[in-house]
């Protein structure tokens, strides 16, 4: 079964895009926490961060890399990337994607 964001990927599912390449597309979260919430997702399915493995560290510094530049095209200086990690860390989509969240004040430790 594909996840859900392959479907979106696919375009099966809608979604507001931002950026796409050969390796990865972001989108606009549909449920923001921030003016700015937006995901960055690989085209390959990795389950979550810690399933990464040598092979990948192209692609996911790839994905900071596009993290940063969505960021920059969004007008912000200061941001929060996040990789939730397994479900007690918040992650609710096993499909692996950083958050790039700006726009607004943010405190820390975050919740
Ligand atoms: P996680 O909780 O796994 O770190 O992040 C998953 C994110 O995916 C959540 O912030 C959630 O709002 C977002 N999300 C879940 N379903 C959809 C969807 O169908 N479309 C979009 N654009 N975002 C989604």
Redesign the pocket.
């Known amino acids: 079964m594909p996840t859900?964001?392959t479907r979106?990927i696919n375009g099966e599912?809608?979604?507001?895009k931002v950026w796409e390449d050969d390796r990865c597309i972001a989108?606009?979260?549909?449920?923001?926490?921030a003016p700015t919430?937006v995901?960055v997702v690989p085209r390959q399915e990795i389950t979550r961060l810690d399933q990464m493995t040598e092979a990948d560290e192209g692609l996911v510094g790839h994905l900071m890399r596009v993290a940063t530049l969505v960021a920059r095209e969004e007008g912000l200086n200061d941001f929060r990337v996040?990789?939730?990690n397994g479900a007690g860390?918040?992650?609710?989509?096993?499909?692996l994607?950083v958050?790039v969240i700006g726009g607004r004040s943010l405190s820390w430790p975050p919740g």
Not at 13 to 16: A, F, G, Q, R, W
Not at 27 to 33: C, K, L, Q, S
């Open positions: 859900l964001f979106i599912i809608p979604s507001t989108f606009r979260d549909i449920n923001p926490t919430h995901l996040v990789v939730n860390a918040g992650q609710s989509v096993f499909h994607h958050h």
